[in-house]
Each structure stands twice: as structure tokens, then as C-alpha cells.
């Protein structure tokens, strides 16, 4: 699971008609309607062997602003070499490929917005978020971390996203992925990605 990956491939290189905005296996797009993708769009770079295990795993992403009360999925990359998103609306995808959230690095969650019938998704209000605000995330021992939004940043095609996946400054981050933009129905995706960067508390 651990395909080598252009650094430059931007978000929307592969992985394109699913929304390409969930994560782990392709999900066949069986409705023209937002909300069915396969991946993020977004291709994270190599990474060297996640040794840390100093977080537990992850099983909820709580936002209290946005009442977000998900459940996380443990996906990775698609055939295609992009992060793979959650199979409905309900839940989140954290990509297990990197950091568990509190470890050193960025973690990567992805979650749904726009899902088809109107049926409401995890990350719908995620672009509500400002810098300031808080979100835990709690393990499967009963353990919260709490991050603390920074900063919220569009990436649209050929933008280089490896910052997404990436960090260099020795402190533990976490990064949620959602779509935004105008709903392509031809490819099934949107045609940005919004990412709010976290700091751990």
C-alpha cells in the first residue's frame, strides 16, 4: 500500500471521478448526484515507515461548532495513488498510510460534503470553521486530543498539495479534507478541495 508517488502529482491528477472526496477502496459511482466519490483527488507523497505509536487509533472526530460526531474509517490510497474516502455521508476517513492524529506530522482526515438526496454529510459545514476553533479527536481507549483550526486553504488542479501530507517543524498536526467548488456531473467532483489545518492543542 505503499506505491511510490510523484511529490508534484496535484489533487486532481488521479483518482479525479470519485470525489473524489472519501477513502480505501474504489466505490463504483453509481449516481450522477454530489457525493460519491472514490478519493480525496489529493496524492500524498511517499512516506518513510510510520514507526511512532504514541496515539492510539482514531474512532471519532467530534466538532462541536459544526456538530460533527463522526466515526473514522481507516482508509488508504486508491489504485490510482490518491487518498480514498469514506464509503457514505455519515462517516470520516482518516488516512492510515501517515500519523495517527496527536502523533508528530500531519494526519489527514477527508469527509463528505453535498452527498446526492440532499441526505446530509460529515463535513457540510466544515467551510464554517475559523481559525481558533476546536476539534478532538478521540481514540479507541477513551483518550481525546484536541487541535485548534489555523488556517483554511483552497487547492484547485495542478496545485501542488504535498504540504497536506507533510510537516517539518517537529509538532503534531491535523488536516480535514473536504470538497468545495462547483459540482462537475460529468467526472462525478468537485473542482476544489478546501483543507483546514490544525495545530494539536
Not at 139 to 146: P, W
Amino acid at each position: 500500500m505503499r506505491p511510490g508517488i510523484s511529490l508534484r502529482r496535484s489533487l486532481f491528477a488521479v483518482g479525479i471521478a470519485g470525489i473524489v472526496c472519501s477513502a480505501a477502496a474504489i466505490y463504483l459511482l453509481t449516481s450522477a448526484a454530489p457525493g460519491r466519490n472514490s478519493s480525496t483527488g489529493m496524492s500524498p507523497p511517499p512516506l518513510g515507515q510510520v514507526t511512532q505509536a504514541d496515539a492510539g487509533l482514531p474512532v471519532r472526530l467530534i466538532i462541536p461548532k459544526i456538530h460533527v460526531d463522526a466515526a473514522i474509517e481507516h482508509l488508504g490510497l486508491t489504485p490510482e495513488g490518491a487518498m480514498a474516502v469514506p464509503a457514505g455521508p455519515a462517516d470520516v476517513a482518516w488516512y492510515d498510510l501517515g500519523p495517527r492524529p496527536g502523533e508528530i506530522g500531519s494526519a489527514v482526515i477527508a469527509g463528505h460534503v453535498g452527498w446526492k438526496d440532499n441526505i446530509r454529510a460529515a463535513f457540510d459545514s466544515v467551510a464554517s470553521l475559523r481559525p481558533g476553533d476546536t476539534l478532538f479527536v478521540e481514540d479507541a481507549q477513551g483518550a481525546s486530543v484536541t487541535f485548534v483550526v489555523r488556517e483554511l486553504r483552497m487547492y484547485d488542479q495542478n496545485q501542488n498539495d504535498s504540504d497536506v501530507f507533510t510537516s517539518t517543524d517537529g509538532k503534531a498536526h491535523l488536516n480535514l479534507i473536504a470538497c468545495e467548488g462547483v459540482w462537475d456531473a460529468a467526472t462525478k467532483s468537485y473542482s476544489k478541495r478546501l483543507v483546514i489545518f490544525t495545530d494539536k492543542e
